[in-house]
């Protein structure tokens, strides 16, 4: 009896311990510049804590020459595997604002959107695996990124297939230092036909059937997003890691 125990135990252990392939902290703060025709265009900052995925997104001056001023944020309550279960957005944008609230129903697969500031109630169908996508990068972190994924993203209320593919090592220079990296390639295919609602500015085109989405995550237990490129027409925009705390 004393000696199932044991293994029962071990199996226990190993199973914990290579439950992910890589290793988050329980708190966790990176900040990003977004750079667009070598210009600051914004600062992001992501705050890991718990259970909660907090993002602020804030326009340089620079970025009312050529763009949308915003000051938006976003929050994401999620479980051990990156999961959503409340995905909360308040945005300050010229033209635009927004203060919503959804919630993921995965027993009955569906989501509840409801906008307060514009008076917006909606339903959609999701899949039991669907995240929204800062949660999504966040879980990318925690796999095995020399292989491939498909993964499942709610973008403004539409579904989207994320196929990640592995495309190589590459030695980089950033803020945080010099680091060896994988690059992963995110390209997006819509689950159906649904018109996606309108949002903001900044996650509004961040998923696109006709772009590209680049990632660099440094080659390391904690595989940290360095760097981001996303391939769109006229001009890309690059997103660069400027600090993290632990």
Same mark, same amino acid.
């Given at each position: 009896m004393k000696k199932?125990?044991?293994?029962?135990?071990?199996?226990?252990?190993?199973?914990?311990?290579?439950? %992910? #392939?890589?290793?988050?902290y329980p708190s966790e703060t990176m900040t990003f510049t977004i750079e667009y025709l070598g210009i600051t265009a914004a600062n992001v900052t992501f705050l890991h804590e718990n259970d909660n995925l907090t993002i602020n997104t804030k326009s340089t001056k620079f970025?009312?020459?050529?763009?949308?001023?915003?000051?938006? %944020? #976003?929050?994401?309550?999620?479980?051990?595997?990156f999961i959503p279960s409340i995905y909360q957005k308040?945005?300050?944008q010229k033209r635009y604002s927004e203060t919503s609230v959804t919630v993921y129903d995965f027993d009955i697969k569906q989501a509840f959107y409801t906008d307060t500031q514009n008076d917006i109630k909606t339903i959609y169908d999701i899949s039991t695996d669907t995240r929204d996508f800062f949660s999504t990068l966040y879980y990318l972190r925690t796999l095995d990124l020399e292989q491939d994924h498909t993964l499942t993203v709610d973008a403004a209320g539409k579904i989207w297939i994320v196929d990640i593919k592995y495309i190589g090592n590459e030695q980089i220079k950033t803020a945080i230092g010099n680091h060896q990296t994988k690059k992963v390639e995110a390209s997006f295919t819509p689950f159906d036909d649904k018109q996606k609602?309108?949002?903001?500015?900044?996650?509004?085109?961040?998923?696109?059937?006709?772009?590209?989405?680049?990632?660099?995550?440094?080659?390391?237990?904690?595989q940290i997003p360095v760097r981001t490129q996303y391939n769109m027409k006229p001009f890309n925009i690059n997103w660069v890691i400027k600090s993290i705390e632990i």
């Open positions: 199932n125990y044991v293994i029962h135990l071990i199996c226990f252990v190993i199973i914990f311990l290579f439950s %992910t #392939y890589s290793i988050l970025a009312g020459y050529f763009a949308t001023s915003f000051n938006n %944020t #976003y929050i994401s309550t999620i479980d051990s595997l308040n945005i300050q609602m309108r949002s903001d500015i900044f996650t509004n085109n961040l998923v696109s059937q006709d772009n590209t989405l680049y990632i660099w995550f440094t080659d390391d237990e904690t």
